[in-house]
């Protein structure tokens, strides 16, 4: 008989006790400046048709001292990152990273599920994944989890009494959240992106569907007994959430919510990464290494209460307070708004100008409209002296509708940094989601002491997005370029962001090395998708992005 039972995360995991002895042996194991590598295989739970067998790899810094540990639980289209296990062995920790996926092609050594519950590799896992065709427990989001809890018995055995943190990532954030609201023996955690409420995927919290969005049983089931955000507040230690506000997998506006959720008495952060999108930025990194350094370590700085965000209306002025802790100094505010739209991954996070401190934990900043108004969204990213950074959340307020001020310009140096964030790609990450270098955006000097902005790692903004920006099928944009050697300058329009049509437009210029300011004029006919494509005439442009095969920087980038 088939098992339709709503399961929640109080009944979920009640009879699931991980206490079979793990068998576990060794499959390799590698030395290199000071870090061993153990590549390990032991037991899960008994399926009925034979135990769940876990494959993982376990980093320690060979320094002769005791450590604490880290659990990471990747992506699950990721591979097991050996940049992440040294990048935190040499923080001082014994680093365990394990599959979850599964069967994959290539993947020679991986976690192995009966066949009874083939459905638990990623691979097969379709049905299973976003919504619940029977129960909770006939998910790869049980087993996943149940796979997690013999992870910790693996850490506990080599360990001891010693505590153990759990760094989840994407989809690894979501089996993290039903970690710790069933296992006690976890100290704290991190979750990068993964916040839950996949059954709203495409659902805006701003942009509601027109008429009553009824859910489907197999959706009631999933919200209730998988989706990650029913577990928050269920989580039993210190818990922080980092995410991007560009994400298009997922969601920034509905990130914080999960943390909300989290029981008051339990410590809870959260930090944004801004203009981010499927990775996020130092400060994020940062953050989570002083956070493992408190909670696991003992270290003492003390973690930042949320600030708070006031939104006032004048007219067409908007002003914005933030609310900090004077005790922890802050030594920086950034304040972000968006004017209008409602799909996070596309909004251009516009940095406002003359950010006031008023008194000793106020800071407040002015902004006109020039989008047309209706909604504005905004948010603060709050940097203090002890090293933590905090976010306020994306907030909202509604806005008298202006007029557009149309606008031809994407970039000029007069604007500094303007609305540029750097074009990551995952060569430059750990794990997929960590960029953990300091932003390679910089201005410099060019020909005649002009000044440029230039980034080792791309230039990519969302400006092109805004309504005050026309692109037309017969625009040209006009852009001066500086370079001291040949090269090929790759353009990217990046259209319908976050759609099942989204598409990406290349356009490729030779530009000759010259020690002067060169114009560059790309036409919009002249995009074109990897199979030759042509740029649509009803695709929304989200992003540009220019990258180059040697050193670059650019001014005056005009849309006309």
């Not at 590549?39 to 993982?56: A, C, K, P, S």
């Not at 108004?373 to 709050?382: E, I, S």
């Not at 060169?518 to 494509?533: H, Y």
């Not at 042509?534 to 005056?556: K, V």
Request: aromatic content about 10%.
């Amino acid at each position: 008989m088939k098992d339709y039972t709503i399961y929640t995360p109080v009944n979920l995991y009640e009879d699931f006790t991980p206490n079979l002895p793990l068998r576990d042996s060794i499959a390799k194991d590698d030395v290199s400046d000071g870090v061993s590598y153990t590549e390990v295989f032991f037991n899960g739970r008994d399926t009925g048709d034979g135990r769940v067998l876990i494959y993982g790899v376990l980093a320690r810094h060979l320094d002769g001292k005791p450590h604490n540990a880290i659990l990471v639980i990747p992506d699950c289209e990721g591979e097991l990152d050996v940049e992440l296990l040294t990048f935190y062995a040499r923080l001082g920790y014994d680093v365990l990273m394990f599959d979850y996926a599964g069967e994959r092609e290539g993947m020679e050594n991986r976690t192995s599920y009966p066949s009874a519950i083939k459905y638990a590799n990623y691979a097969y896992s379709e049905g299973r994944f976003d919504t619940v065709t029977e129960s909770a427990k006939e998910t790869c989001w049980y087993e996943w989890c149940c796979v997690a809890r013999y992870a910790v018995n693996f850490l506990v055995s080599r360990l001891g009494s010693r505590k153990i943190g759990v760094l989840g990532i994407k989809t690894g954030a979501e089996i993290m959240w039903h970690l710790v609201s069933c296992d006690d023996r976890v100290t704290c955690a991190v979750a990068l992106f993964g916040a839950g409420w996949r059954a709203y995927k495409n659902i805006r919290k701003y942009a509601p569907p027109a008429g009553e969005v009824k859910l489907s049983d197999e959706r009631i089931r999933y919200i209730a007994g998988v989706d990650a955000h029913s577990f928050a507040p269920y989580c039993r230690c210190p818990v922080a959430l980092f995410t991007s506000t560009n994400s298009a997998e997922y969601d920034a506006d509905r990130a914080h919510d999960t943390i909300r959720r989290v029981n008051s008495e339990v410590d809870a952060f959260f930090c944004l990464s801004p203009r981010m999108g499927e990775a996020v930025d130092l400060n994020c990194v940062r953050n989570i290494e002083l956070f493992f350094g408190i909670y696991l370590n003992g270290q003492r700085v003390q973690m930042a209460s949320e600030p708070q965000i006031k939104i006032s209306v004048s007219g067409e002025t908007i002003g914005i307070e933030i609310d900090t802790n004077a005790a922890l100094k802050p030594r920086n505010v950034d304040i972000y708004v968006c004017e209008g739209e409602t799909d996070p991954s596309r909004r251009n996070w516009i940095k406002l100008e003359g950010v006031v401190k008023t008194g000793d934990s106020v800071f407040t900043a002015d902004y006109s409209l020039i989008n047309g108004g209706g909604m504005l969204f905004a948010f603060a990213v709050v940097d203090y002296r002890n090293g933590i950074t905090v976010s306020t959340p994306i907030t909202s307020k509604k806005c008298p509708e202006t007029a557009v001020i149309k606008t031809n310009l994407i970039y000029s140096n007069t604007q500094g940094m303007g609305d540029f964030t750097y074009g990551v790609t995952d060569k430059n990450l750990l794990a997929g989601a960590m960029y953990c270098r300091r932003s390679p955006i910089e201005l410099v000097k060019g020909p005649m002491g002009i000044t440029g902005i230039s980034s080792s790692r791309g230039l990519l903004t969302y400006k092109v997005s805004e309504k005050c920006v026309d692109i037309r099928p017969d625009s040209i944009f006009k852009l001066d370029l500086y370079c001291d050697e040949e090269i090929t300058l790759l353009v990217r329009l990046r259209a319908d962001i976050g759609t099942p049509f989204e598409t990406v437009y290349n356009n490729y210029t030779s530009v000759p090395s010259g020690q002067v300011w060169q114009n560059v004029v790309l036409s919009i006919k002249d995009f074109k998708t990897a199979d030759g494509m042509p740029l649509s005439e009803d695709s929304r442009i989200g992003s540009i992005n220019f990258s180059a095969d040697g050193f670059f920087a650019i001014n005056n980038v005009l849309l006309i």
